[in-house]
């Protein structure tokens, strides 16, 4: 049962990383049903992220318990006005002109949004974000604009089975959060860490972490 696989998951995963931080879990909820999640915050989930705009709207009023809301998925800037104010952190700010664009409808809805800044910690083609030398010139650029709050980083470990490599690429994310904190960032979260890596991660100073197939079992893709 989905209630209790989350409670097993809430027991393995650590209560702070050994940064002495909290590990927050935010349940990825992408293809499960209003159902499926609602049990799994009968389970103690008490986060939850979405993937996709058109499932967040559909699903928004049938989740129970008032969890934490989180967009964790490659968000287009047409779509950013069906989540203002419904979104409590934006995983994946991953390009200057989606940050430009959510804060101009932030200040114009007159809401504040929490943001993280998605590296590219592998250089991937594949995936979006910033590369990691650039990001403090990136984080400079978007604090500084209007109805934006940048909580932290955002990253996505590449499908490797090289784990000294992966433990190197996360201890680097580690580095950069505390030497821009250092500089003043006053961030809250690294957010990093899926359901193959999840351990790694946090054990390398990860405080967030956004499980799935560890929640839910294996997406049915077929239902698209």
């Not at 049903?33 to 915050?41: G, L, M, V």
């Not at 967040?56 to 800037?77: A, C, S, V, W």
């Not at 946090?202 to 839910?216: A, D, K």
């Amino acid at each position: 049962m989905i209630e209790e696989k989350v409670k097993s998951l809430l027991k393995e995963i650590p209560a702070t990383n050994p940064f002495g931080e909290k590990v927050t879990l935010v349940a990825a909820v992408k293809l499960q049903t209003a159902e499926h999640i609602n049990r799994a915050i009968c389970g103690g989930v008490t986060d939850i992220g979405d993937n996709h705009v058109q499932e967040f709207r559909d699903k928004f009023n049938e989740i129970k318990g008032n969890p934490r809301r989180h967009f964790i998925g490659h968000l287009q800037t047409n779509k950013i006005k069906y989540l203002l104010g419904k979104v409590d952190l934006y995983h994946s700010v991953d390009r200057y002109n989606l940050a430009e664009e959510l804060s101009r409808k932030s200040a114009q809805a007159g809401v504040t949004s929490n943001i993280l800044i998605q590296i590219n910690i592998g250089n991937e083609e594949t995936k979006g974000g910033f590369a990691l030398e650039e990001s403090e010139e990136v984080f400079n650029k978007i604090s500084a604009l209007p109805a934006l709050n940048v909580e932290g980083l955002m990253a996505m470990l590449p499908f490797d089975r090289d784990q000294a490599l992966l433990r190197r690429l996360a201890k680097a994310m580690r580095e950069k959060y505390d030497g821009l904190n250092a500089k003043g960032a006053n961030f809250k979260y690294l957010s990093m860490g899926m359901s193959g890596d999840w351990k790694l991660c946090v054990e390398e100073g990860s405080n967030m972490i956004r499980l799935g197939t560890s929640i839910f079992g294996q997406r049915n893709y077929q239902k698209t």
